[in-house]
């Protein structure tokens, strides 16, 4: 029976995602690449200024709010996890290097996905009991686009994806990656458990507290070592590059025939989409949080992201493994295993324990950003207390059954509803796109000005309705 429901899924798993879905995303970040004038590359420059903008403050002096940069690491917290170390690997082992050119590509386009949901996420967002920004596509579906229904399947769908599913994963692969030295599941599922529930239990404050200096510095070591091991192999590194545009299009020879440009490009996408989100309705909910003066600005500070995620992290994996001298295509050795051995080859054994301290803390920061996903989520289904609390229970449990127990069903399940969530989110911001060109317009409208863009819902040239957050602050100040 149990192989009976894992068939059904894995069928499920091969429409949604192989076809419909991957195909569903490229079509959407196509039509917002082209509608908004390739907005993901005519305004990098403006991302890294906009991430660097100081944060507001209070007349006291004290910081107003999250920042731009707090909001920017929650996202990164969840993006950034083991499919940037064992995921690329296993687009490599699989896919030929040719799959990371197309993850690359999936970045590109999925930048101007993200602008689109991230900006409509400040448009719509609202203000909790405690005075902090909540917001996302349920948010937007509801009073953007009507639609109550869509709103609360979407956020049932992210509450268990996200705080059940995709936490109860990254745990396991801690637990996994801790196997080597001995290390019981069980004393690694109540650690999790014990650390996870201090930093959740005290609220949103805490959880940005954790992420902003845990992300920045984990990605930073990570990077620097990779970037080290390179400039050792600095003379490989153009025969690398040809090899990924040669495998991108089927003419690399892999596994003892040709690899199908189909096939590497549909590892490549897959990896990119499942790694930096864009598109899939999660990194919204972390946009919301922000004080900011213009929707636009947290639409490309999250863009930004798409691109430190795959561009920065993802690809410094590709390479380590493409650089290891063992290599071998579609062999046995694949996913964090590959990335250890790849390691070690290039530093030595130190290699094997930083990966494990950098899978801990990679997997670590995607179990508080899944969970903040999550809790925004339930807030906007149950606006109660306790019924926070209870989420951030089972949370907690399904961290600690990760690490110990076998959650094939469970993971599997969750590649379907990730896909509904996904599908929804895409319908709502291809259907609120209007919102996205008028907003984008005011923007640009002010910058070209010579302005530090202010946004007032009044000055666009389409009605808003069910502006919360905006339309307050706009009387006040009048």
Not at 404 to 416: F, G, M, N, R, T
Request: hydrophobic share 50%.
């Amino acid at each position: 029976m149990y192989q009976k429901i894992l068939d059904l899924i894995g069928l499920a798993n091969d429409f949604m995602w192989t076809y419909f879905l991957i195909g569903l995303i490229l079509v959407v970040g196509i039509y917002f690449t082209i509608s908004t004038k390739f907005i993901q590359f005519t305004y990098i420059k403006e991302m890294f200024k906009l991430i660097l903008e100081k944060p507001a403050t209070n007349k006291d002096g004290s910081q107003k709010g999250i920042s731009a940069f707090q909001a920017f690491t929650i996202s990164a917290a969840s993006r950034v996890g083991t499919g940037n170390i064992a995921g690329v690997a296993i687009a490599i082992a699989m896919g030929g290097s040719g799959a990371v050119f197309w993850m690359w590509v999936m970045a590109l386009i999925g930048g101007a996905s993200s602008f689109a949901e991230s900006t409509l996420a400040q448009v719509y967002k609202v203000k909790d009991r405690r005075g902090l920004y909540r917001g996302g596509p349920a948010y937007y579906m509801e009073k953007g686009l009507g639609q109550k229904w869509m709103s609360a399947v979407f956020a049932v769908v992210i509450a268990v994806t996200y705080g059940f599913a995709f936490n109860s994963f990254q745990s396991n692969t801690i637990a996994k990656s801790l196997t080597k030295y001995s290390i019981a599941p069980e004393l690694v599922g109540i650690v999790l458990l014990v650390i996870t529930a201090l930093i959740i239990f005290s609220g949103t404050t805490r959880l940005v507290k954790v992420t902003q200096w845990m992300v920045p510095v984990m990605a930073v070591i990570y990077l620097l070592i990779v970037f080290i091991i390179m400039i050792m192999n600095f003379d490989k590194l153009g025969g690398i590059l040809i090899q990924i545009f040669r495998s991108a299009f089927g003419l690399e020879q892999f596994a003892g025939g040709t690899i199908g440009m189909a096939a590497a490009m549909l590892l490549g996408v897959k990896r990119g989409m499942f790694s930096n989100e864009a598109g899939l309705g999660s990194t919204p909910n972390a946009a919301a949080t922000a004080e900011s003066t213009h929707p636009a600005k947290q639409g490309f500070i999250q863009t930004l992201g798409v691109y430190f995620d795959t561009c920065l992290v993802c690809t410094a994996t590709a390479f380590l493994i493409l650089l290891y001298p063992e290599l071998e295509f579609g062999g046995e050795l694949t996913g964090i295993q590959l990335t250890q051995a790849a390691m070690t080859a290039h530093i030595g054994d130190f290699g094997s324990i930083f990966l494990v301290i950098s899978i801990f803390l990679f997997a670590y920061s995607s179990v508080i950003g899944n969970y903040y996903y999550g809790e925004t989520n339930i807030q906007y289904l149950i606006p109660k207390k306790w019924a926070v609390n209870a989420y951030r229970l089972v949370v907690i449990a399904f961290v600690y059954l990760g690490a110990v127990a076998d959650l094939e069903i469970v993971l599997a399940a969750s590649d379907v509803t990730m896909g509904i969530m996904a599908i929804l989110n895409l319908i709502a911001i291809v259907g609120l796109s209007g919102v996205v060109y008028a907003v984008l317009k005011d923007y640009t409208k002010q910058k070209k000005a010579g302005k530090d863009p202010q946004f007032n819902p009044e000055n666009l040239p389409i009605k808003l309705n069910n502006i919360e957050c905006w339309e307050s602050k706009n009387k006040i100040e009048k």
